[in-house]
């Protein structure tokens, strides 16, 4: 019996900048399934009526981008993960129900697995850059992981002491002028920012001041190799770039639609690299 054709997406206004078709594409060829990736533009005023009718239009799943991350919780059953970081990035149906997460999560844990393995070993604090819906998906990984003390630094204070309010007090909120200061006992450090990505302002900050043990992640993947990632390899230090959390987030929902969870190689990798430098 031939297997059953099955298709997925990314939904997104708009949505020709995602790499997602590129990911998940490469394992449908690699591993020799009878399904397909695609982009779908859909307005917000259409956002609705589309998800609605995802079966309909013959989708077992979809990944959703900006600007529907946060609307898309209101028409789907999501998960304690995407309520937690009030944004969901991906939808499956069940027996008909629309489901939907946050793979943002598992992608920024198992990056950091993959680029430093251990980094958690003897972590008693973490300090964040960022307020927003990426820095929530950070503080909700590294509650999850055991991590004892975050330090949230961002420029609007209240933002930050409103991830102390959601998640506990294991969360401390900082000002942006703090932010040096707090590295000199931090043993990992994340930009959960857009600071450094392209087109956008640089990241300010003085890494000599984290210790020699200290592992760096960034989320920002365009360009490849920020000036962060690149100050902290001068450095010595290890580090997980945003790239890696790029490709691993797409593994939870490509298992969710296709019923077989993918690898994460350095071939996928290359690919992905290839296409970035295009840009």
């Known amino acids: 019996m031939a297997e059953e054709f099955k298709a997925a997406c990314v939904i997104g206004w708009p949505v020709e900048h995602s790499r997602s078709p590129l990911i998940h594409n490469h394992w449908i060829r690699e591993l020799r399934l009878n399904a397909e990736y695609r982009r779908e533009a859909v307005p917000p005023e259409g956002f609705a009526t589309f998800v609605q009718r995802l079966s309909e239009r013959g989708y077992v799943g979809a990944n959703v981008t ?20 009030g944004a969901a990035n991906t939808l499956w149906l069940d027996h008909g129900v629309l489901r939907a997460t946050n793979t943002d999560v598992e992608g920024f844990i198992a990056n950091l697995d993959a680029a430093a393995p251990g980094w958690e070993h003897g972590l008693e604090t973490a300090v964040v850059l960022g307020a927003g819906g990426a820095a929530r998906a950070v503080v909700f990984a590294l509650i999850e992981r055991g991590v004892a003390r975050i330090r949230v630094v961002n420029r609007s204070f209240e933002r930050a002491a409103a991830l102390r309010g959601q998640f506990g007090d294991r969360v401390d909120p900082h000002h942006c002028e703090e932010a040096n200061a707090l590295l000199a006992g931090c043993r990992l450090l994340v930009n959960a920012t857009t600071l450094g990505m392209a087109g956008q302002p640089p990241l300010d900050i003085a890494l000599e001041h984290l210790p020699g043990t200290a592992v760096v992640a960034d989320i920002v993947y365009l360009p490849l190799e920020t000036s962060l990632i690149k100050a902290a390899r001068r450095r010595g230090l290890r580090a997980a770039d945003g790239l890696g959390m790029l490709l691993h987030q797409a593994v939870g929902g490509f298992a969710l639609w296709f019923g077989v969870r993918p690898q994460v190689t350095k071939g996928l990798r290359a690919l992905a690299e290839a296409d970035l430098i295009r840009q």
């Open 66 to 85: 900006l600007p529907h991350k946060e609307a898309v919780l209101r028409l789907s059953e999501a998960d304690a993960q995407a309520r937690a970081i």
